[in-house]
């Protein structure tokens, strides 16, 4: 698919983006923002970025470790099995806090606006593992922009501490749709419950499931990739994002 590199001046420093749009014609198209999980920004995601693209939509893909310029790649596959490379990750994922995911999240939708190739003023969003979290954030703490989510075995979504993204519903205006993982400790059956009753309580249209899948199902280059869960996934997003953004 095509792509532009660009970037994006936030209040903490200048995000490196991709851009990927459909190469059948000129646009404009619906904007959807994809984020990565813990791995960050990789040919995985450059793939799914442009795959999501295919469907019809123009897809921004953001380093969003860029508060750490030189962060060097993981291999997914062996990262949390080396103590020194899950320390690495960790460290990088609690970087990223719910105020940084908001404002984040503006800057993103006010380019994502001011770009030709984009059509509209509320756009979607979808995550993996981390950024399936960040998806819930985003739709509560920057709720006038999303217009429908997608989550794919993201964790901590229900927390005990106050900042936990299940809390946010009532101030979500986007539809939700979240998948988790099979026997994931991350996000367990309580969790979806609570989730699923909490959303349901503030009148939020959404779906949460889950998929016979291991945590990591949805990303190509994660160890227990499931490819049918990776195809129904697909399907999800194209179901919701048919409906929400193109109508």
């Not at 792509?3 to 994006?8: E, L, M, P, Q, R």
């Not at 999501?52 to 993981?74: E, I, Q, T």
């Not at 005990?160 to 996000?187: C, M, N, R, T, W």
Request: hydrophobic fraction near 45%.
């Amino acid at each position: 698919m095509p792509h532009v590199s660009d970037t994006i001046t936030t209040p903490d420093g200048d995000c490196p983006i991709l851009l990927f749009t459909p190469g059948d014609d000129a646009g404009p198209w619906p904007g959807i923002v994809m984020y990565p999980d813990a791995g960050g920004v990789r040919p995985a995601f450059r793939e799914m970025a442009a795959q999501l693209a295919s469907f019809g939509y123009a897809v921004l893909l953001p380093d969003v470790y860029y508060r750490n310029p030189g962060w060097a790649p993981f291999d997914m596959k062996t990262v949390f099995h080396q103590s020194g490379e899950r320390d690495r990750i960790m460290s990088l994922m609690h970087s990223i806090t719910p105020e940084v995911m908001a404002a984040d999240a503006a800057a993103f939708f006010d380019y994502l606006a001011s770009r030709p190739e984009v059509c509209g003023e509320r756009f979607g969003i979808c995550g993996y593992c981390m950024g399936g979290r960040t998806c819930l954030v985003v739709a509560g703490r920057v709720p006038g922009r999303v217009a429908a989510l997608a989550s794919f075995h993201g964790g901590g979504l229900v927390t005990d501490s106050p900042d936990s993204p299940h809390l946010l519903a009532e101030k979500i205006q986007a539809a939700v749709y979240v998948a988790g993982a099979h026997k994931d400790a991350s996000f367990t059956e309580a969790n979806a419950k609570t989730l699923d009753d909490t959303l349901t309580a503030a009148g939020v249209e959404h779906t949460v499931e889950f998929y016979p899948a291991e945590h990591g199902f949805a990303v190509p280059d994660n160890a227990p990739y499931d490819a049918d869960a990776a195809a129904r996934h697909w399907a999800a997003m194209r179901e919701l994002f048919g409906a929400k953004l193109i109508g």
